[in-house]
């Protein structure tokens, strides 16, 4: 039986298992938003108020939820609005299915209304883009979208579908798999280059597992903890790789890299087998990468060919899914005496503790910890800046805490509303969004989509009044020269920022108005003794499914440290 | 440094090109020629890639090649006996008679054909390597004052039995 194209499409979505697809409508996708009109009993439907933060909400769907995070918006600009978050999707791995609505294919190439290549302008931070061009092939490009967004290294997959096509009658086939001659994704692991990977951790007198990212994707936590303990193998993480193995752990160094603690940039510069699963080696992760772990032979295991031996030059390469490979390696392995090399470690933590000081106002490490202990397992979602380092290096991820935060592409904005579609992956857990006064005005239209979908989160907005990140930057670098990075109202005849004397009377918005707006309640927290009644209140009120706003006053001067100068040597750590 | 062959295996569709070729512009790998035309199969075709690489940067290039979901099949020619051709035509302006003689002597040498005359000009065609056609675009320019030089890139096939180049 022949149906329309539109309909084949809300098929395919039911057969793929979508339960959440955020929508923005607009001409190009009207057909298809009216296909699912009615059909709340199948699908929820959220409106985001910007397709930028929409694709941001689809993407904390698909980290929390494991599934693939499916976006439907217009041609034209609504499709360029998504640009920046399928970048964002494609450095950290996550699977989108991005539908845009495409001008009817005689209007293509006339410049028509709302008319852009979006296939064309996204080809390089896809995983795969497409648009159908055959009636007869939509079934079969579905499932491919589908597939390659969620198989092998996931990613997104943008398929631009033309209005004739979506009001086409044809097939109404939708195929249960397809084969792709060109893609294969790694389902298997080469058991001789995995033991030689094994031999080389075990005979090692200095070992260190660095887990990234991949063991999320994978969902390898549980046994790369178990491989670590049995093996006794200390364990550094990249940003990404956060929450690996529980921070509680003995075994547990820190995070390594550019805002690193000291003790696992040290370890990374002398350890004598580094075991990497599931990480790129990013610039932010080694430094200069001649002094990148100068004494250790690498094993690199990794489900992506082409992340392998391309930054770092690699000993034991091995391509496989972290799970898979892990699973192998529980089997084998055998405990180690690393108790010498781990003491030496602990050396190092006491030598330069990971602390953060400040001199006046509230103390970011302090928030951190309180947040944490309060919400406990939780999950918890940054945006992009010095919160988010913060986040990284103090927040204490529990049992089945999680951290989403945008790790490769560094996307001011992606937090709020990523929380809010972590939110909506499961409305039983607690979320909190972290984030700064800079990254949240990126995004902070979403406090209506908060409301009128529903979906309460508890917001920790770090304020102190300026682009934190780039200001200590400028502070050690550039001479504390401000430029751009205050984002308060600034006196005439005042220079320099931080002369300005009434700067708190002087900063637009006042957050707590603002929520109110929206009927969110905000609590500015200036006294260190109020942070827990704040968080507390916060978690309850989330509880029962209300929002609310906290905003922590910290101080400008308070500077993410260590700190590696870009470029620089990972052991070349300011420290103070 | 050094000169690389890739022969390629993409789906004949509309896009694959652009894809193709951006991630050589997107990341900085020095492409020197890309051809492309298509097989025995109507929905297959084969590109021709010769890049200047190190050896790391050459290996991630075919990594990322076969990571994109049209290509097929990447295979490494650089150290495989293959035969390899550009086309070439060469055009040359403004020629009296002796001219015309050394453009025919020049063709004779090089073993390729005039295909066109007129009053004052000749047209050649050369199916030659690329380094032989690269000789004799610079024997023409320095013969001749006016010329026309169109190239078509290299194309190559893996050596059935021999292994020449």
């Known amino acids: 039986m022949d149906i329309t194209g539109r309909k084949l499409i809300v098929k395919a979505l039911a057969e793929e298992g979508v339960d959440t697809i955020f929508a923005y409508p607009g001409g190009m996708v009207t057909d298809i938003l009216d296909e699912l009109y009615k059909q709340e009993d199948k699908f929820r439907l959220v409106l985001p108020r910007h397709e930028q933060a929409l694709i941001h909400e689809a993407e904390g769907y698909a980290r929390q939820s494991g599934k693939v995070g499916v976006a439907i918006v217009t041609s034209g600009p609504g499709a360029t609005n998504t640009i920046t978050g399928i970048a964002d999707a494609h450095y950290d791995s996550i699977p989108l299915v991005v539908i845009t609505g495409q001008v009817a294919q005689p209007l293509i190439g006339n410049d028509a209304f709302q008319e852009v290549d979006i296939v064309g302008m996204t080809r390089s931070i896809v995983k795969y883009g497409v648009t159908v061009r055959d009636r007869n092939n939509l079934g079969r490009m579905l499932k491919m979208a589908f597939y390659i967004a969620s198989s092998g290294k996931p990613g997104p997959v943008l398929i631009d579908i033309p209005k004739d096509i979506q009001q086409k009658s044809g097939p109404d086939e939708y195929p249960d798999h397809v084969d792709i001659r060109g893609y294969k994704p790694n389902t298997s692991v080469h058991i001789g280059q995995l033991k030689r990977a094994y031999k080389t951790l075990k005979n090692a007198k200095k070992p260190l597992i660095l887990a990234g990212g991949g063991i999320h994707i994978s969902g390898a936590e549980k046994l790369l903890t178990d491989f670590a303990r049995k093996m006794n193998v200390p364990v550094v993480t990249t940003v990404m790789g956060k929450g690996a193995i529980p921070e509680d752990d003995p075994l547990y160094v820190g995070n390594s890299g550019m805002h690193g603690r000291y003790a696992a940039n040290m370890a990374e510069m002398e350890c004598d087998v580094l075991f990497s699963i599931g990480t790129r080696f990013n610039d932010r992760i080694t430094g200069d990468l001649n002094e990148f772990a100068p004494k250790a032979k690498i094993v690199h295991l990794d489900i992506d060919t082409a992340s392998i031996s391309r930054n770092v030059v690699v000993d034991v390469p091995v391509v496989s899914d972290a799970s898979l490979a892990l699973t192998h390696l529980l089997e084998w392995a055998e405990p180690m005496n690393t108790k010498a090399w ?128 780039v200001r200590q930057q400028q502070q050690y670098f550039y001479g504390k020269r401000y430029q751009l990075t205050y984002l308060g109202r600034r006196p005439a005849g005042v220079e320099h920022p931080d002369r300005i004397e009434n700067a708190d009377e002087l900063y637009v918005p006042d957050y707590l108005k603002l929520v109110d707006s929206y009927g969110i309640k905000g609590i500015r927290v200036k006294d260190e003794e109020k942070i827990v009644p704040a968080l507390e209140e916060a978690k309850k009120a989330q509880h029962d499914g209300k929002s609310m706003l906290i905003e922590f006053e910290i101080a400008p001067e308070d500077v993410v440290l260590p700190m590696v100068k870009g470029g620089m040597a990972n052991s070349d750590m300011i420290l103070k | 440094m050094k000169n690389r062959w890739i022969a390629l295996y993409v789906e004949n569709e509309v896009g694959v090109l652009a894809k193709v070729s951006g991630l050589f512009s997107g990341k900085s790998y020095n492409l020197q020629s890309l051809t492309v035309g298509t097989t025995e199969h109507d929905d297959v075709s084969r590109m021709t890639i ?68 007129g009053e004052d000009s000749v047209l050649l065609e050369s199916a030659l390597t690329e380094r032989r056609n690269n000789e004799l675009t610079a024997l023409l320019k320095k013969t001749f004052r006016r010329i026309e030089i169109v190239r078509g890139g290299p194309v190559a096939i893996e050596s059935i039995s021999t292994s020449c180049r």
């Open chain 1, 342 to 469: 781990q003491k030496e470690i602990e050396a190092w933590q006491e030598e330069h503790p990971l602390q953060c000081k400040v001199s006046k106002m509230l103390n970011p490490q302090t928030i951190m910890e309180d947040i944490s202990e309060v919400f406990g397992e939780a999950t918890y979602v940054t945006d992009v800046g010095q919160h988010q380092m913060w986040a990284t290096q103090f927040l204490r991820l529990k049992g089945n805490s999680n951290l989403i935060t945008s790790g490769g592409l560094g996307t001011m904005g992606f937090g709020y509303p990523a929380s809010l579609g972590a939110k909506e992956a499961d409305h039983d857990r607690q979320v909190v969004c972290l984030t700064g006064d800079g990254g949240f005005q990126m995004n902070m239209q979403e406090l209506a989509t908060s409301i009128c979908a529903d979906i309460p989160v508890t917001i920790c907005l770090f304020n102190n009044r300026y682009l934190g990140m």
């Open chain 2, 50 to 117: 010769s890049v200047t690489a190190d050896d790391v940067t050459f290996e991630q290039i075919k990594k990322q090649l076969n990571s994109m979901v049209e290509v097929i099949k990447v295979m490494d020619l650089t150290d495989v006996p293959i035969h390899s051709k550009e086309i070439l035509y060469a055009k040359i302006h403004g020629i009296d008679a002796a001219g015309k003689e050394e453009a025919f002597r020049i063709a004779q040498v090089f073993k390729i054909r005039v295909i066109d005359i």
